[in-house]
């Protein structure tokens, strides 16, 4: 071999070892759909989800929070980590909107020193916490993943009150909100997976669990039907600068109707207006959908009357329903209780159609009640759909296009969202 022949040979060795060396240091930077198990707390009527965090792994229950910003997780007095690593400050990754923290204790998460906030956010809880922006190891779907960020807070500083409210053993939120800070956002930015996720939530839990899917989507299309993911342009967080959008799910609902006849309210409140107020947006914190005074009134009297002309007969009214009726005189069909179906039609025409599996809810073994509560005359949102309402109904949020697409109840497709057939991923099980 020539000394040419010889220099070009070792050049391209060398080419070819750090091609190898660099596909291997970036192997987790491809992953499949990350399927996560949800589970009802029957309690509170939240949805947790099992996730691995840190080193040694901590298996913590994480309640989904469709409008939350950040995941963020309770690192008390008894959590370490030994891979966390703190954001500081002045890294490019730092929002900056929740200042720098500081800690006079040991090194550990959530205490250190010239760290990134982070605003810890739970509905249920009178206060906005602060915590500790920063790096850890997370498990999921069989994978170690790394260069994900999350908040972390120190319950035992707030005497447990960032956990108020939540089920029984969450440790903290996931959540999927339209921010940089969301899980399925930074998936898709340092993890190259599609930016939109599924999120199916289960009836019971006898039932078997529902599925968040990050980065992919079901295997039948065909029982969606899509609608435009409208944005707010102003906030709807507790804490925000003036000039931000909600980084909430809106939809742009024109009517609802009760079997194809519309129920008479003043439209407009359907609208967002100059201020931000009005519109529909979907909530996973909310057990049960919350609608404006001037829509429930006629949508309870409207569907007290249908329910009237089907011989089903109405009984006192339970707290914090407004509609109740005796269950015996009541059929059951396989999307629950046959009552009148309630329509939500959208501005491209299509409808996302509740039936008695998501309109009504059994309060005890003899009365059920309309699953709809009142949210008062001047609402900041005029209709939330609420976590009863999506149960059994599988969501899928394209983050690209800007899209929503629904199936309304899957039981009408004798489907469930633990049908082995919906997806094509594997379940992780912390």
Known sequence: MSPSTSIHFILLLTTLLSLS???????ISQVNPITLPIVKDPKTNLFNTPLGIGTPQHNFNLTIDLGGPILWYDCNNNYNSSTYNPLHCDSKRCTGNAGCTGCNGPFKPGCSNDTCGAN??????????SGDTGEDVLFLSG????DLLSGCTNSDGFSGEPLKGLPEGSKGIIGLARTDLALQTQLSSTHKLPNRFSLCLPTS???GPGKVVIGGGTTQPTILVTTTLIVNPFSTAPIFSEGDPSYEYFIDIKSINIEGNDINFKSSILSIDSKGNGGTKISTMNPFTILHSSILKPLVRDFVKKASDRKIKKVASVAPFEACFDVSTIDVTVTGLNVPTIEMVLKEGVQWTFFGGNSMVLVNKNVACLAFVDGGKKPRTSIVIGGYQLEDNLLEFDLVSSKLSFSSSLHRLKLTCSSGDLFSYPVYKA
Request: charged letters at 10%; zero cysteines.
């Open 21 to 27: 060396s660099l596909s291997q240091s970036h192997k």
């Open 205 to 207: 839990n006898n039932n």
């Open 143 to 146: 994978n170690k993943l790394s």
């Open 120 to 129: 810890i956010l739970n509905p249920f809880a009178d206060s906005i916490f």
